[in-house]
């Protein structure tokens, strides 16, 4: 029996190695999937946070290009309030100055083509004796009111219509196009 039991053992060894061979086989398929498979999640995963940091970049970016603008925005804003500012000071140096009274008077006579038949003229009480002249010569009541600056108002025979000019409203009704070709030749 003992021939028996050597063949049969051999048979059973070789049995083995052949489901030992077929199992390390196997292990390795399942290993060699399992690292195909750990790769291609590795890959996905590096490009999606590659994605995601691109993302952020972009954002990052924009977010930069929008406070750099709302700075440039506020300069600018700033630059244009020192523009009209300096020409609100530019006003009060004019009255100042010995030839303003010349102003007043071009400015008077432009109100009185636009009224026609006047029996008044009101000026800053500042301005009254700078004028006082003109108002004489051409037989007006000169009246004063402290919210008149740097201009004139003529009012009508009967006192029912008049008629003002002055700088700060002529500055005040162009600023927008002052402030825009101010912006232009400073910015370009």
Do not use: F
């Not at 008044?120 to 500042?126: G, I, Q, R, S």
């Amino acid at each position: 029996m003992s021939k028996l039991e050597d063949i049969l053992q051999q048979e059973v060894l070789a049995e083995i190695a052949e489901v030992t061979k077929a199992a390390e086989a196997r292990a390795a398929e399942i290993i060699r999937a399992a690292q195909e498979q750990a790769e291609a999640l590795k890959a996905n995963r590096q490009k999606q946070l590659e994605a995601e940091h691109a993302a952020a970049v972009r954002r990052a970016e924009s977010a930069g290009e929008l406070v750099l603008n709302q700075a440039r925005i506020q300069a600018r804003g700033q630059v244009i309030d020192r523009v009209r500012a300096e020409a609100t000071k530019a006003l009060a140096d004019l009255q100042a100055q010995a030839n303003y009274g010349d102003v007043l008077v071009k400015l008077a006579e432009e109100a009185l083509r636009g009224l026609g038949q006047a029996e008044a003229l009101v000026v800053n009480p500042a301005d009254a004796a700078k004028i006082e002249p003109w108002v004489k010569a051409k037989g007006l009541e000169l009246r004063t009111d402290p919210g008149l600056r740097y201009g004139v108002r003529l009012v009508a025979a009967g006192g029912k219509s008049m008629v003002q000019n002055s700088l700060a409203e002529r500055l005040e009704r162009a600023w927008d196009s002052l402030s825009a070709k101010a912006a232009k030749a400073i910015w370009g």
